[in-house]
């Protein structure tokens, strides 16, 4: 008789787990220990081939069974990834997940509640609401809790009037590209009809705000001068001054190349003089908020109408931890929509929350799970001290290039993204040093053009690395560079 593979939920789940989640942890420790390094060595063709041959038909007449499959695919995984909590893998915004936000997601996955109707997630629903109202508070102040007593998360119901008074709250997104995707549709939402809203941004900003305006059907965003890496606020004022219309300036706090935030207060004020709606691309340095030292960074903040922040970057959460601040939940009625098998006018009305109209997805996952158990886990002097470390690693590694002979330091960072390229080297150099470094499975580094030059790229995540990593990593980029 053939045998149901056993289900993850209900009482019986974590039984049929617990023999699998050792599987898969010993595969996690040896393909790690087989890859050697923050990355597999051999390039693109090498990986691939090592994978197949590892994989082997991975769709066979008859299955393997669980625990060979996992034993397989994992371990394969593991030997070929990019692994941010390897101290020399630190080119991107791709953080090494806390070890209780990765422990927290394994229990989202089981449970699998949809995020799209309460009667699929009754107490996610309502542990969403705590998280969204909480990191709204962080953005806006106080002001964020005044009226958001209920225990599940509201937005104006259809056919009823929005408050008069604004409610800071926040939606959940998969990163910093669909909460600017969201920014930008609101903000086109809230413009009169038949009148397009224009987008400004700075040199500087991410590329996925230009998709959205193309995305949404608007006109071509204005970009406005950016030199030194942050938006140019006098060029912004006469890019307003001579666009008629209703406009959303999008200004960075944390820019992708240098992790530069654009002079915020200034912004907000000339946003004001102009009438024009304020969105901040916060996706990488929101987390600074968490900590006292580094906050007074993000001075202006709480003044945009709508704000990216993604905790999968400087929050140490698995992928996806993304969310949009927005200063008025009133705003995000826009979103609402009617299906009547999610959320009836009946069952709304009887007091069952509607959800749909939280996102523009309909399954998703309660990727709130994870950030509330580390929110709780760690609280804010714990939060505070893994942003303080990592900037104090940046900081320690611009040092160290500073006073190297063979080295040019782009800048102080501003976050926890260091610039500098070998002393002489041109462009064409520094990309085949990196590209080396890649191939060989030494080191991950990012790349940054910047004042018309190519640099390298660290981005320091990890609170785990060392001085003593930061100066072998140098070691090894002087160790590749022609004399």
Not at 2 to 21: C, F, H, K, V, W
């Amino acid at each position: 008789m053939r045998s149901t593979p056993p289900l993850a939920g209900g009482t019986q789940g974590p039984d049929a787990l617990r023999p699998l989640l050792t599987t898969v942890l010993d595969a996690l420790h040896k393909g790690a220990a087989h890859r050697g390094g923050p990355l597999p060595a051999g390039g693109p063709e090498a990986v691939t081939a090592q994978l197949h041959h590892d994989v082997g038909e991975l769709l066979p007449v008859h299955g393997t069974g669980a625990e060979e499959a996992l034993r397989t695919l994992v371990t394969a995984l593991a030997e070929g990834a990019a692994d941010p909590a390897d101290p020399l893998c630190a080119a991107h915004l791709h953080c090494p997940p806390l070890a209780v936000a990765t422990a927290a997601d394994l229990a989202a996955s089981a449970l699998n509640p949809s995020m799209d109707s309460w009667d699929q997630a009754p107490a996610a629903s309502a542990l969403e609401a705590l998280v969204t109202t909480t990191l709204a508070h962080e953005v806006y102040g106080p002001g964020a809790h005044a009226s958001r007593e209920q225990a599940a998360p509201t937005h104006p119901a259809r056919g009823q009037a929005t408050p008069t008074h604004a409610t800071p709250d926040a939606l959940v997104t998969t990163g910093g590209t669909e909460a600017n995707q969201l920014a930008v549709l609101l903000a086109r939402e809230a413009a009169a009809p038949g009148e397009p809203v224009r987008l400004l941004v700075g040199a500087n900003a991410h590329h996925s705000l230009a998709r959205a305006a193309w995305l949404l059907g608007l006109p071509e965003p204005v970009t406005v001068p950016a030199p030194a890496g942050t938006l140019d606020p006098a060029a912004l004022d006469e890019a307003l001054t001579a666009l008629p219309g209703p406009k959303l300036v999008a200004a960075t706090a944390g820019t992708t190349d240098a992790g530069l935030i654009d002079p915020l207060p200034e912004i907000a004020d000339i946003c004001e003089r102009h009438g024009a709606r304020l969105h901040i691309d916060a996706a990488y340095g929101a987390g600074a908020l968490f900590s006292p030292r580094e906050a007074p960074k993000l001075n202006g903040l709480a003044r945009a109408h709508t704000v990216a922040l993604d905790l999968h970057k400087l929050g140490w959460q698995p992928v996806a931890a993304g969310v949009l601040a927005v200063r008025d939940i009133a705003e995000t009625g826009a979103l609402g929509h009617q299906a009547d098998y999610l959320n009836a006018d009946d069952d709304t009305e009887a007091g069952l929350p509607d959800l749909l109209g939280r996102s523009l997805r309909t399954t998703r996952r309660p990727d709130i799970l994870k950030t509330a158990v580390t929110f709780k886990a760690l609280g804010r002097t714990g939060l505070a001290a893994l942003v303080d470390d990592v900037t104090a690693l940046a900081h320690h590694l611009a040092q160290l290039i500073d006073a190297h002979p063979h080295f040019e330091l782009y800048d102080t960072p501003t976050l926890t993204t260091v610039l500098f390229r070998p002393t002489g080297a041109t462009d064409e150099t520094i990309a085949a040093i990196r590209r080396t470094l890649l191939t060989e499975g030494r080191a991950v580094l990012g790349r940054a053009r910047m004042d018309g030059k190519l640099h390298l790229k660290a981005t320091l995540l990890n609170p785990h690395a060392t001085p003593e990593d930061l100066t072998a990593l140098l070691e090894l980029v002087e160790g590749h560079t022609p004399r």
